[in-house]
């Protein structure tokens, strides 16, 4: 509504307007003019003529007033647009400080990232210096095998000659015993002979086993015979299971409920895991039948092979070598010893079963006695993850190389590979060695895993 004030003033500007209207019909009379024409009103007495006037009058008040309501109602909305748009431009300012705070979160942001991206650079080039560094590490220990081969054949042969020499003194010495002195005295030398010959013999067994069939063949004469199962499924189907942990209480069961418990929590996460390489291993011989290069680069991504140097022939045996199952005897062998059967500190903190090694302090559990300050246990989100990345290591690392040339040569003759056999190609597992071999081969025979390589996992219900 208006105020009194604005009232006022109305009113005034109305008498001001009538005022001047009287006046421009006086002022002709009262200078002489000649009144201006008149038509009708000519006619009318003075009285009618004032009505007329005064409603005339009256007529041009209430359309000044209609006027003035509408430009009353115009202000009225022209001050609620005006606050309006104060709200707006108050919300618009509230608006851009707020798109300045995020920018200025999103630059900082931006500043993490690139910090993050800079130290991962520096990793890559870590990472890459250290597989340069192992590859000199492997080709020095490629020239020590060598140097040892030279060394167990000089032991040969210097075996022979001291199996003559023994053979020539012990006919020297029925020749040349005549007192039990003499013979005394070449018994004594025959003695110190058969030990020279022994250390020369242990010495170059340890240098190059791999080399030497006898030795090996000892090692397998010297393994323990082969056990009862821990634990069989019925028609060889075994349970599914939804679990992501090796649960907190398995130390506190007695040896065999843990072996048991161990095995049903295991197992069929191994057969899963080989289902999947399997698949994948169809579907590159797909690709290799029907010339997908697409697909087969795709898989070389993801193998190592992405800088391959060689024909895509090389290229394509290569990738069948690493695509392929781990026996399942070896998985659950390794993850029993690396776990101590689910009770080691890495498998209960970090499901990990298979001592993998990272080098990064977020990537896993420091170890204790750890000889490297930056070496730490790889650690996962679930048991499965350490099941797929185990088997992913044996089948990418250049240390397993003679592991999948022996695997991809047993699998041209056969669907299934030994698991003890490949478990002679690990040596470079652990720093155990010949010895770490024998317990896992130990493992498989004392617990009849070799069982478990024709079992299934029961179908998705």
């Known amino acids: 509504m208006a105020s009194s004030n604005e009232r006022i003033t109305n009113r005034r500007l109305l008498i001001f307007l009538a005022f001047m209207l009287v006046l421009s019909y006086a002022m002709p009379t009262l200078f002489g003019l000649k009144p201006p024409r008149l038509t009708p009103k000519d006619a009318m007495t003075p009285l009618q003529l004032k009505e007329l006037e005064a409603k005339e009058l009256r007529d041009e008040i209430t359309k000044l007033e209609d006027r003035l309501a509408v430009l009353t109602a115009r202000n009225q909305l022209a001050e609620k647009a005006q606050n309006l748009a104060m709200a707006k431009t108050r919300e618009a300012e509230e608006a851009f400080a707020a798109a300045e705070t995020d920018a200025l979160a999103a630059n900082e942001a931006f500043d993490v990232a690139d910090l993050k991206e800079k130290e991962a650079k520096q990793a890559l080039r870590y990472a890459r210096m250290t597989e340069v560094q ?262 990418t690392h250049y240390a397993y190389q003679d592991l999948r040339t022996v695997r991809a040569q047993e699998l041209e003759q056969s669907d299934r590979v030994s698991g003890i056999k490949l478990a002679r190609y690990l040596t470079a597992y652990a720093e155990l060695g010949e010895k770490y071999v024998y317990v896992l081969q130990s493992m498989i025979l004392q617990n009849r895993f070799d069982i478990y390589e024709t079992y299934q996992v029961a179908p998705q219900s």
């Open 134 to 395: 192992a590859r000199d590490a492997l080709r020095e220990a490629n020239e020590k095998e060598k140097v040892a081969q030279r060394a167990l054949a000089t032991a040969r042969k210097l075996q022979d000659e001291a199996n003559k020499a023994l053979a020539n003194a012990q006919n020297q010495s029925k020749l040349a015993a005549t007192t039990l002195e003499d013979i005394r005295i070449l018994e004594e030398k025959i003695a110190e002979l058969n030990a020279d010959i022994t250390k020369k013999d242990e010495g170059a067994k340890r240098e190059d086993a791999d080399d030497a069939p006898q030795e090996q063949a000892s090692l397998t004469r010297q393994l323990p015979k082969a056990g009862m199962p821990v634990l069989v499924f019925e028609d060889g189907v075994v349970p599914r299971h939804n679990k992501l942990k090796i649960p907190s209480d398995i130390d506190q069961l007695t040896v065999k409920e843990r072996k048991k418990e161990f095995i049903t929590l295991l197992l069929p996460l191994i057969i899963q895991a080989n289902d999947i390489i399997s698949d994948r291993r169809t579907k590159l011989q797909e690709a290799i039948r029907d010339g997908d290069d697409e697909k087969i680069a795709q898989f070389a991504k993801l193998y190592g092979l992405a800088n391959f140097e060689g024909d895509s022939t090389a290229l394509e045996d290569e990738l069948l070598s690493r695509i392929a199952p781990i026996p399942t005897s070896l998985a659950l062998a390794q993850a029993a010893v690396e776990s101590g059967w689910g009770q080691s500190r890495f498998a209960k903190e970090g499901n990990a079963l298979f001592g993998q090694w990272a080098w990064r302090a977020d990537q896993g559990i420091k170890p204790l006695d750890a000889s490297n300050s930056r070496a730490v246990i790889r650690s996962f989100a679930t048991i499965y993850d350490s099941v797929f990345a185990y088997m992913h290591n044996l089948n």
